[in-house]
Each structure stands twice: as C-alpha cells, then as structure tokens.
C-alpha cells in the first residue's frame, strides 16, 4: 500500500504541527532523560588561493579557522533561540572543528554535540556546522564571492527511544565531480571517514 493511500490516521505527522496544522513545541516531559550524542558536517568550498590564505592565516579578519570553531560553538549553545521550535538544552559537550582538504577544494566542518535529557541534539549540531559555514563564508567573502556552503547534513545520533542511527556509508561522504571512490589523492589512496566517531 502506497504511504499516501493509508488512513490519514496512521499516516507519519510532523511532530511539530498540530492536528489543526498549528505550530507547536514537541512536550517532552514524560520522556525519560538519557545520553544523546550528534555529529553533524558542512563543507565549505573555496578556490585554492583562498584556501591558502586560510591555512596560512592570512586573511585582513583573522583566523578563519578558529573563529568558525567557536561560532560554531557559541550558535550550537543559542540554537534554541534561533530554531523557534527547539527546546533549550543544557549541552554537556559540544565540538566544532573545520579541516582544509586541499584536494578536495574544501573546508570540513564537523560538529558534535552531546547531552542528558529527554530531547536530542541533532539541531544543535546541525545550527553549529551551519553557523561555522557562514563563518568561513564572511570571513573569506573579501578575497572570494564565489564561495559555496553544501552538504549541511547530519551523520550521526544515539540516545532517546529511536536508538542509533549513522547515515548510510555511501552517503556520508559524496564523490566529487572528476574523482572517484580509491582514486589517489595527493599520493595515498582516498577512503572513506567513519562515521560517528
């Protein structure tokens, strides 16, 4: 049975609409509190001089790749404030790091962020990966318009009654244009990263 032939009934629903397709926040205080982790990426792609100047420190505002991390991490503490919908949560981890890959033409950032309660963290990793991203892209706009922000996306998350959860291998890192999984890159054989970590 096609899911759009089944009783609205028993039909998925957007956990954050009501019945009447109001918009509301999820209550989740009969849910019981556990540990929940997420692990979230964006990349950021930049042409190679910039990416020089960024590894370099060279840029007129500073070093991009610190000040990324920490909006990174201070947007993941203020998520709920810019999602209208998120509940605030009191973080017990949170990790913003950005990697050049100068084969690849990009800046990885990844983010992982981590709590005890009775809600997950996947917006919090999400809005820090994203706010890194926007980061890069203010602090770089000076020398480089064409910056571009892709595959925000999430890789991971545990906890809560839903379990775990990796995105699938084949999805968790895309093959560039022109490049192909096991081709050499800047002399060793491409792989994939675990996911999750």
Do not use: Q
């Not at 032939?5 to 009969?30: I, K, W, Y």
């Not at 950021?44 to 000040?67: F, R």
């Not at 998520?79 to 084969?103: G, K, Q, Y």
């Amino acid at each position: 049975m096609d899911r759009n032939d089944a009783p609205r009934t028993e039909r998925r629903r957007l956990t954050h609409v009501d019945r009447r397709g109001r918009p509301r926040m999820v209550d989740v205080s009969g849910k019981p509190a556990t540990a929940r982790r997420a692990v979230a990426e964006a990349e950021v792609a930049v042409a190679p001089d910039t990416m020089s100047l960024v590894i370099d420190g060279g840029g007129t505002k500073g070093d991009v790749l610190t000040v990324a991390e920490l909006a990174g991490v201070m947007a993941g503490k203020r998520t709920s404030e810019l999602i209208p919908l998120c509940h605030p949560l009191a973080l017990t981890d949170l990790v913003v790091s950005v990697t050049p890959d100068r084969a690849a033409g990009v800046l990885r950032i990844r983010a992982e962020a981590a709590t005890t309660g009775p809600t997950g963290v996947e917006m919090e990793a999400l809005t820090a990966a994203s706010v890194a991203a926007l980061t890069v892209y203010d602090m770089v706009k000076g020398v480089e318009r064409g910056v571009e922000i892709r595959s925000v996306r999430l890789l991971a998350k545990s906890g809560g009654r839903s379990g775990e959860w990796h995105r699938p291998a084949a999805e968790a890192e895309p093959v560039r244009p022109g490049r192909r999984p096991g081709d050499r890159v800047a002399g060793r054989v491409g792989r994939k990263r675990p996911v999750g970590g």
